[in-house]
């Protein structure tokens, strides 16, 4: 059994390297729209979206980044043009899971429209500190965020890559 949700699922792969040039608005518009549906404990929406297309922005970030990888000077976000920030309310029990299906439907929506796509961590250390506090401050970012992840998007340079085997043992009937 296939239809194009479950292709989309099976095919799609992280992108590590992007070509320069901006998605366009109605690709991202789309990709968003798809993670303000990601399913939420309690149906809470609890998650924010902060869209970094700016080259100094995303390079802002991407240093603080690459500061708390230990690699100063790396580029952790593989050059690619738009950035997207998933936050969730600190207050949320299900705030972790909750920005974890957002950043997935982000990057599964990101593939069903022809953009690629990476979870980048680090988030939570980043708007932990006073620096990331700062840029929230900077963004009109009020209130108590827990920073989940990013998900980096872009026109892929290159062939995306195939999926590995699947493990056997991964699925248990009872």
Request: charged residues 25%; glycine residues 10%; proline residues 5%.
């Amino acid at each position: 059994m296939t239809n194009e949700v479950l292709k989309c699922i099976e095919t799609r792969r992280s992108v590590r390297r992007y070509r320069p040039e901006q998605i366009r608005d109605e690709e991202l518009d789309a990709i968003l729209r798809a993670g303000t549906y990601a399913a939420s404990g309690m149906g809470r929406q609890p998650v924010k979206f902060v869209v970094l297309q700016k080259p100094e922005d995303v390079a802002e970030l991407e240093a603080m980044n690459a500061d708390i990888l230990g690699t100063p000077g790396a580029k952790p976000f593989y050059g690619a043009p738009t950035v997207v920030v998933v936050l969730v309310d600190a207050n949320v029990p299900t705030a972790v899971e909750d920005g974890s299906l957002a950043l997935g439907s982000l990057m599964l929506a990101a593939h069903s429209v022809g953009v690629g796509s990476c979870w980048i961590h680090r988030a939570r250390e980043e708007f932990a500190s006073e620096q990331g506090k700062a840029l929230l401050k900077k963004w009109g970012v009020t209130g108590d965020w827990l920073g989940v992840g990013h998900c980096i998007l872009g026109y892929a340079d290159g062939a995306e890559g195939k999926a590995a085997p699947r493990k056997d043992g991964n699925i248990v009937r009872v």
